[in-house]
Every structure is written in structure tokens, then in C-alpha cells.
């Protein structure tokens, strides 16, 4: 049995109008300090004035990660719909107008806005991020080469970011297509190992394209505040479960890839190259994508390449046997994009204008946020 790893959960949200749907661009004060209230230590002013974070506690299993999420979700939901307002959580929002939206009023997402410009304003987007604790003696980039082969699959199980400015984008997951316009945002640099990230840091300080106290937003990185692997590729996920799901499968991933400092292994370019085809699939078609499998490379669906991870990495928790049923459920039931793209098309047959269809998406996924599936 592979050694246990603590984890901890990161959820980004929009606060939403419930008369409306719309984001509102400047939130009352008193709201945002009303979620800092209900969350302490465990809430993060987001980028935007109308997002926020809940940021967990460290956890050993899932039975505790519910729990706190379960809580804070229904206390944040009290809270806000006392003032008419809702939590958002899918990847993007069906028509938020974000020309409108400011920065939260931080030195740090202050500066981004001026770094990026419209970049930086177009990322109205909630992510799910996941760490995961390796030990100290863990080499974590070539831990990251070993894990980013996977990182398109579980893009998938997340994807809820179809709509954007009113509109079907075509992709299941267009939050990541707006992450690609950001530097250091996509699929890690392909770096040998810790020292060769150290010198790619390096490089870029000492060229002046990167702070000395900058972060790399890549897919999946090290931290550098905590001896943690992290998750970024992800949706956020409305449905509590498909978040829970998405964090035993990864952890359950990194438990099983973790090796000595010794270990050392060469990285494999082809791999690197499946894996950024494959990462293109995920977010254009989701679970409907065909994509290419570890078995001879050769075409498999998104329920048959979740099949070959769990064969390569069996499962031998009671954790990692959950998240892998609810992870063949999402595939086989569909994603939070899914039922969006469901949503908007029943609303449209029902005879309900634009304005009013993508209302009732939005509707959807709150009450989403709410119930298991």
C-alpha cells in the first residue's frame, strides 16, 4: 500500500445576484466582510471584488473534507442569500459582462491588472485547486512529470465552463482556454528535475520576467509555501461530490507516483507530447472526447482511459475506491458543462428569451451547489 498523503481543497467562487443571475461588479463591502465572518482563517479575497476563495484546513481523508466543505458552503449560502445572493461555482459564468469587473483592492491583484491588462480582466473564472503533501525526500519535478500524462482526465471530470458572454464557446472547459492567454499558466515546463526548475526560476528573475517573490500558475506545480504538489488544471466543480472526487483521484495518483529522491527517471518527451494533445481534447470536448490512451497510444474515451489509470494505479483505499465510482459517474452521467449546455437548451425549447435561459444555467448550478449530482 502506497504511503498516505494529506491533502487540502481550495474553491473559488462568484457572488451572484439571485433576482438577476448577474455579478454584481461592486459587491457591498458588508457582504464580502459578512464571508470573511462565516469562514476565518479559511477565507481569501480572489482576484476579482465580487470572488472569493475558501481555502481548507489540511485533511487526511475525504470524510473530512465533506464535512468542512459541506459546512462552509451552507453557512456562506445563509449568509448571502439573506441579501438576495448566491454562490456561484462553475469555471465561468454564463454572461457576466467583465469589462465591468475590478480588481480586489490588493496591492497583489492590482498589480496583475496593470502586468496583464485585458488579459488579467478577461479571467472572471473559479478554479478547483488540490494539494497534495509529498515527503521531503520527493524530487516533486519529476513527481510532476510522472502525474502530468493524467492532468487532461481530470480536466474533464471538472469541465463547467461552457458559456461565455451569452454564448455556447464550443469547449467544455473555456476557462482553460483564457488560462492559456496568461505566461507560465498551461502544462509544466518539461524540467528534469528540482535542480533544473531552480535554474529555470532562476533564469527568469535574474531576465526580469519573473518577480523574486512570483508564483508560476502552470497546471499542476510545486508551492512554494507548502511541501505540497498542487492541482490547478481544474473547473471549478458546483457539485460538492465531483470536487471530492477529483481530490481522491489526484491524491490517490500522487500517493502511487511518489518515489526516493533517488529514483530518478528521464523524461519522457512523447508522453509530454500525448499529454498536451490530450489536454487540448479535454477542454474542446470533455467527456465526449476521444483521446489517447497509455496501451500502444491508441484511441480510448474518456471512461476508458480513467479504466487504464485505475489498472496502472489499483485502488486500496476506501477513499480512492469512492472517488473513482463518483469519478465513472461523472463520466457516464456528465459533467457540470453537461447539464449547463442541458439547461440552456430545455430553457430555449421551453420558449424562454436569451436573457431568461441563461438565467435558469445559473440558477442550475447554484442549486447544484446544494445537492450530490
Known amino acids: 500500500m502506497a504511503l498516505p498523503c494529506t491533502f487540502g481543497i481550495e474553491e473559488e467562487y462568484l457572488l451572484v445576484d439571485l433576482a438577476t443571475g448577474k455579478v454584481p461588479a461592486m ?7 459578512q464571508c470573511r465572518e462565516v469562514l476565518g482563517q ?23 473534507a465533506r464535512e468542512f466543505f459541506l459546512h462552509a458552503r451552507q453557512r456562506l449560502s445563509e449568509v448571502l442569500a439573506a441579501q438576495g445572493m448566491g454562490l456561484y461555482g462553475a469555471g465561468s459564468h454564463p454572461n457576466a459582462a467583465w469589462l465591468r469587473h475590478k ?3 490588493c496591492v497583489h491583484y492590482r498589480q496583475l491588472f496593470d502586468d496583464y491588462q485585458h488579459v488579467a480582466r478577461r479571467s472572471l473564472l473559479n478554479g478547483l485547486h488540490v494539494h497534495v503533501g509529498v515527503p521531503a525526500d520527493c524530487d516533486r519535478m519529476q513527481l510532476i512529470n510522472r502525474l502530468v500524462h493524467w492532468l487532461p482526465l481530470l480536466l474533464v471530470l471538472s ?3 461552457p ?5 455556447g464557446t464550443g469547449y467544455m472547459s473555456y476557462r482553460r482556454v483564457i488560462c492559456g492567454e496568461w505566461p507560465h499558466m498551461g502544462l509544466p515546463e518539461p524540467l528534469a528535475d528540482w535542480s533544473a526548475y531552480e535554474r529555470y526560476r532562476a533564469l527568469l528573475q535574474r531576465t526580469g520576467s519573473l518577480a523574486a ?7 499542476i506545480r510545486p508551492s512554494r509555501r507548502f511541501p505540497t504538489v498542487e492541482l490547478r488544471i481544474c473547473d471549478g466543480c458546483p457539485c460538492l461530490e465531483d470536487a471530492l472526487s477529483i481530490a481522491g483521484v489526484f491524491r490517490h495518483l500522487v500517493e502511487h507516483s511518489v518515489q526516493p529522491r533517488q529514483a530518478r527517471a528521464p523524461l519522457n518527451r512523447e508522453l509530454r507530447w500525448v499529454a498536451q494533445e490530450n489536454y487540448w481534447r479535454a477542454l474542446r470536448y470533455g467527456r465526449q472526447g ?7 497510444q491508441q484511441p480510448v474515451t474518456a471512461e476508458g482511459w480513467l479504466a487504464q489509470l485505475q489498472g496502472q494505479f489499483p485502488v486500496d483505499t476506501v477513499d480512492a475506491e469512492r472517488a473513482f465510482e463518483h469519478a465513472r459517474r461523472i463520466l457516464r452521467e456528465g459533467t457540470s458543462a453537461d447539464r449547463q449546455l442541458e439547461c440552456l437548451g430545455q430553457a430555449c425549447a421551453a ?14 448550478v447554484i442549486r447544484q451547489g446544494h445537492t450530490q449530482r
Open 27 to 33: 459587491p457591498a463591502s458588508s457582504l464580502v466582510r
Open 42 to 64: 479559511h477565507f481569501a479575497q480572489e482576484m476579482f471584488r465580487s470572488q472569493i476563495e475558501v481555502a481548507s484546513p489540511v485533511f487526511a481523508n475525504l470524510f473530512e
Open 103 to 105: 480588481p480586489a483592492p
Open 159 to 161: 469541465t463547467s465552463s
Open 163 to 167: 458559456l461565455w458572454l451569452g454564448q
Open 213 to 219: 517573490d512570483g508564483d508560476f500558475w502552470w497546471a
Open 290 to 296: 476521444q483521446f489517447i490512451g497509455t496501451q500502444q
Open 351 to 364: 420558449g424562454k428569451n436569451a436573457t431568461e435561459a441563461l438565467q435558469a444555467v445559473v440558477e442550475q
